[in-house]
């Protein structure tokens, strides 16, 4: 029996400390945690224990063991909904250009989908206030190509004010270079890194290793660069699984732990920002309608998912969708047929940050 109550306590303490420790940690250096964190605790607690004291099971079981549930559920299920999200686009009424047929006519707005599945996830848009509580004092890296540049941007915007983003655009869209700036009110720094290939990542992860340094979060993602220069999706896939590896091995392992106490044991947030649905017949180039064929973009997206990097297929990255947020924006929300307007990357941000707020188990 004791065994039994030990046992119980020990799988509470595995539950609910590891996965906390992994995924909340830095994140939430705040009070919202802590309460939202002892309550789960409580909980849990209570239904490992509860069996064995049988006067106070019967008064707590039925509301504890469907709490504790629930949590658990809707972890797993609610992340496979933060794409679900609908998009208005409307012709502009008065200022229409007729010059131009494209994305500036049209006026766009997401919200996610209102279906009793995701509306059950209570998914939200994070306001400044939100973003500066759920970063605070964290560093954010965001590396790749162009994509991930207006995704880092999309990011600072709900951070900065209007004066701020000014002369952030000056310097962060000075072409191929990287980025850094620290948001002082709620001490973020945010580094974009120039990499166009996927090697160029896997350097930088390098990096990280050898320093000893580690991002909170780290945001990464590129394909375009390798599809248009060199057409060869198994060249590609080959360099993704060395950033899945070399990624894999930056998360601390227990056997790793067990002996090198100076490793950082907090673990970064990882995402992969994957490739924008391509528009074929509006790309500005003659080389790109000729090498960035839609078949082409299938193989490289075949690719990422046979690399095993992201974390529907056991990897270490969850993805941030891209593909289908653009996809579903459609045709009249990008100039180029390969950069979006940025109301695409704010959907992704507010994705990516909902998912955050999943992995430490906070509710703003
Ligand atoms: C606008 O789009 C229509 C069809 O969608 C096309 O016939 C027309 O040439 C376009 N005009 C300009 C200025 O691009
Ligand atoms: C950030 O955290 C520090 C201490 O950890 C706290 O003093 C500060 O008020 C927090 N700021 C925000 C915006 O939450
Ligand atoms: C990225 O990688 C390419 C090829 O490996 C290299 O030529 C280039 O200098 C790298 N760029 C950066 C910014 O590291
Ligand atoms: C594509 O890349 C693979 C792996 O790097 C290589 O073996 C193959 O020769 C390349 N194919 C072409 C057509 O360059």
Same mark, same amino acid.
């Given at each position: 029996m004791l065994g039994a109550v030990q046992l119980g306590l020990l799988a509470a303490c595995v539950v609910l400390f590891v996965p906390m420790g992994m995924a909340g940690w830095h994140l939430s250096r705040n009070k919202v945690l802590f309460f939202s964190g002892a309550l789960f605790i409580t909980l849990a607690v209570g239904v490992h224990l509860t069996p064995y004291f049988p006067s106070v099971s019967d008064f707590v079981t039925s509301v504890s063991t469907s709490s504790v549930n629930v949590?658990?559920?809707?972890? +797993?299920? &609610? @992340?496979?909904?933060?794409? *679900?999200?609908?998009?208005?686009? =409307?012709?502009?009424?008065?200022?229409?250009?007729?010059?131009?047929?494209? /994305?500036?006519? %049209?006026?766009? !707005?997401? !919200?996610?989908?209102? /279906?009793?599945? @995701?509306?059950? &996830? *209570?998914?939200?848009?994070l306001n400044r206030h939100d973003v500066s509580v759920l970063l605070n004092g964290s560093w954010v890296v965001v590396a790749g190509d162009s994509q991930a540049r207006i995704f880092a941007l999309s990011l600072l915007s709900l951070v900065l004010d209007p004066e701020g983003m000014e002369s952030v655009k000056g310097s962060l869209f000075k072409r191929h270079s990287d980025y850094h700036t620290e948001v002082d009110e709620m001490g973020m720094m945010l580094d974009f890194m120039w990499a166009p290939y996927v090697t160029n990542l896997t350097s930088l992860v390098a990096g990280f290793k050898r320093n000893r340094? %580690?991002?909170? #979060?780290?945001?990464?993602? !590129?394909? #375009?660069?390798?599809?248009?220069?060199?057409?060869? +999706?198994?060249? %590609?896939?080959? !360099? #993704?699984?060395?950033? =899945? $590896? $070399?990624?894999?091995? #930056?998360?601390?392992? $227990?056997?790793?732990?067990?002996?090198? *106490?100076?490793? +950082?044991?907090?673990?970064?947030?990882?995402f992969w920002l994957g490739m924008p649905t391509l528009v074929n017949s509006m790309l500005n180039t003659k080389e790109k309608k000729e090498k960035m064929t839609d078949l082409v973009r299938g193989e490289y997206e075949r690719e990422v998912k046979r690399s095993g990097m992201l974390r529907q297929f056991e990897g270490p990255l969850q993805l941030l969708d891209i593909g289908s947020l653009s996809w579903n924006c459609g045709i009249r929300c990008t100039d180029d047929g390969m950069h979006y307007d940025g109301i695409v990357y704010e959907a992704g941000v507010h994705v990516m940050l909902n998912a955050l707020l999943i992995e430490s188990h906070q509710k703003i």
């Open positions: 949590v658990v559920d809707d972890r +797993a299920s &609610c @992340v496979s909904l933060l794409h *679900e999200i609908v998009w208005e686009v =409307r012709l502009r009424g008065f200022d229409f250009d007729p010059m131009n047929n494209n /994305s500036v006519n %049209y006026e766009k !707005s997401w !919200s996610w989908k209102r /279906s009793d599945s @995701v509306e059950s &996830c *209570e998914f939200q848009r340094v %580690y991002p909170d #979060l780290l945001v990464m993602g !590129s394909g #375009l660069w390798h599809m248009l220069h060199f057409v060869n +999706a198994s060249d %590609y896939g080959v !360099s #993704l699984e060395i950033l =899945r $590896s $070399s990624v894999t091995s #930056l998360l601390p392992v $227990s056997s790793e732990f067990g002996n090198d *106490e100076s490793v +950082a044991v907090r673990s970064p947030h990882l």
